[in-house]
């Protein structure tokens, strides 16, 4: 055998077990119920905190930042120093779940089950008018995908478009895990290709389905790669910058936003559901930066953005 032969024995021999080391870490994630998921995140971060400096650092400035910007008191620190730890388990244990058709999760459905019908009285009372859906960035970002394909589902809708800024396949192949789900744009190393006539994608998208996913808490910092409006703001009573692309999209066609924040408490999920915004109305970003600021006093701990230096202050000009 010679060695070229060899090594690439090796190669496929090592291919093989990290396969099923991905099967086998999979199935044991399926199994596990979200509490005991949150606890064995939280004693991840704190293990790993007491070695690595910049895990310890990140986790103090996350709940510093909140205990300054909405009074988070000491019991709140742990659950909010690890958040970022604990989104990352939820967010393989969701995908574990749907790989294995192990997703029968009770309170994400019933959250979907709550938009749907708010979307289906709206619907009702204005037919016609279109929804722009608009998860904020909280707890786990693949829980609200899930309750976006639900939400899908329940308004008996084939497909959904999703304007999102995570980066893809970081589990697996989210296209063929979530077919129904078509990602419009991400602003990830593919990003500058993906958002060429981003806005012409997510209008027919809102002509053909009447409703689209937009992530409109987004903070502008982290589009300064590309070139980006913003509209000035108060948020937590200091002059603050929100993206314009959700006002910039939806007022021409008259689309009504409708906010959410998913919770998560020892090892259940609860959704908080806003008032509908009028995207044409002149007072649409002030009510959307109210709703942020709701939420971020209302659920700091689970706030994947906490901790940034500047988030939605971070400029005081377009």
């Known amino acids: 055998m010679t060695a070229g032969t060899l090594s690439q024995h090796f190669k496929r021999l090592y291919a093989r077990l990290a396969s099923r080391r991905l099967a086998l870490r999979r199935r044991l994630l399926a199994c596990l119920p979200f509490v005991v998921v949150e606890r064995a995140a939280l004693a991840s971060w704190m293990m790993r905190s007491a070695f690595d400096g ?15 910007d909405v009074g988070l008191e000491r019991v709140d620190a742990l659950r909010t120093m690890s958040a970022n730890v604990r ?49 904020f960035h909280y707890v786990s970002q693949y829980a609200n995908i899930y309750v976006v394909d639900e939400v899908r589902r329940l308004l008996g809708l084939e497909s959904m478009a999703v304007v999102s800024g995570v980066p893809r396949d970081i589990y697996g192949n989210d296209a063929a895990m979530i077919p129904s ?44 790669r590309f070139p980006m409006e ?8 200091r002059p603050a910058r929100l ?42 970003p002030q009510c959307l930066a109210n709703d942020i600021e709701t939420a971020r006093r209302e659920n700091f701990p689970h706030w994947l953005y906490a901790g940034h230096p500047s988030v939605y202050h971070f400029a005081a000009m377009r």
């Open 54 to 68: 910049r895990i310890r650092a990140t986790g103090v400035s996350r709940y510093e930042n909140g205990r300054i």
């Open 87 to 135: 989104e990352a388990w939820l967010d393989e244990r969701i995908y574990a779940g749907r790989a294995l058709r192990r997703d029968a999760w009770p309170d994400l459905r019933g959250a979907a089950q709550q938009l749907a019908l708010r979307i289906k009285w709206i619907k009702s009372k204005e037919p016609g008018r279109v929804v722009v859906l608009s998860p």
């Open 181 to 224: 789900i078509r990602v419009l744009s991400t602003y990830d190393e593919k990003g500058s290709e993906s958002r060429n006539g981003l806005g012409l994608r997510v209008m027919r998208a809102l002509r053909r389905d009447g409703v689209v996913v937009v992530f409109s808490d987004v903070p502008p910092y982290t589009l300064a």
């Open 230 to 237: 913003t509209v000035g703001v108060t948020i937590g009573g």
């Open 243 to 284: 993206h314009n692309g959700v006002f910039r999209l939806g007022a021409p066609v008259d689309a009504l936003l409708l906010p959410f924040y998913l919770s998560f408490e020892k090892g259940r999920f609860d959704v908080r559901i806003f008032e509908p915004i009028a995207l044409a109305d002149a007072a649409a």
